[in-house]
T-cell receptor, first 115, second 113 residues
């Protein structure tokens, strides 16, 4: 079985500051992928960033970066220069298993960016 | 390019009824996945369709079914509705299948009374 743990139900950050959202995972598969999604209050899930288990470099997409520490089984999301529009729920997810894959989401972290 | 559309956006049904939700993927996308989101269970994967074939399925009872048409549009059906089926149902499409860079629709909010 695979599992995602997001220990921060809510986080606050000041506009223009950086924030780290925690995600730890557990899987017995050697090959897997880690995703982060953003869900604004409108409900639509927005793909942010992806990290493969064999990728040696941390993934980056604009202001988003994924701090991947394989030995610690953590895949934290770092948002630099926070903006008011970053206020949303953030979900970490793990995918493994090839064609008959398993996909598991964390419970999410509600990020609030203060002006 | 139009995004993923889901209809209806809101739905109220009575326990025991059945419901059909619709999802139109982004033009050219052949994979459609469905998810259920509830406050208690969080976000859970239901199933994925690719080229009219169900390619993968999450851990849900047989009351949850789906299909995909030749134009890649997909429908999800829930029979014999239970109160616990009240949820936001999200659909996502991707170009080549799998989960990388899925694009999600706005969801259908189903309330079972």
């Amino acid at each position: 079985a695979q599992k995602i743990t997001q220990t921060q139900p809510g986080m606050f950050v000041q506009e223009k500051e950086a924030v780290t959202l925690d995600c730890t995972y557990d899987t017995s598969d050697q090959s897997y992928g880690l995703f982060w999604y953003k869900q604004p209050s409108s409900g639509e899930m927005i793909f942010l960033i992806y990290q493969g288990s064999y990728d040696e470099q941390n993934a980056t997409e604009g202001r988003y970066s994924l701090n991947f520490q394989k030995a610690r089984k953590s895949a934290n999301l770092v948002i630099s220069a926070s903006q008011l529009g970053d206020s949303a729920m953030y979900f970490c997810a793990i995918y493994s298993g090839g064609s008959n894959y398993k996909l598991t989401f964390g419970k999410g972290t509600l990020l609030t960016v203060n002006p | 390019k139009a995004g993923v559309t889901q209809t209806p956006r809101y739905l109220i049904k009575t326990r025991g009824q059945q419901v059909t939700l619709s999802c139109s993927p982004i033009s050219g996308h052949r994979s459609v996945s469905w998810y259920q989101q509830t406050p208690g269970q969080g976000l859970q994967f239901l199933f994925e369709y690719f080229s009219e074939t169900q390619r993968n399925k999450g851990n849900f009872p047989g009351r949850f079914s789906g299909r995909q048409f030749s134009n890649s549009r997909s429908e999800m059906n829930v029979s014999t509705l239970e109160l616990g089926d009240s949820a936001l149902y999200l659909c996502a499409s991707s170009l080549g299948g799998g989960l990388y860079e899925q694009y999600f629709g706005p969801g259908t909010r189903l309330t079972v009374t």
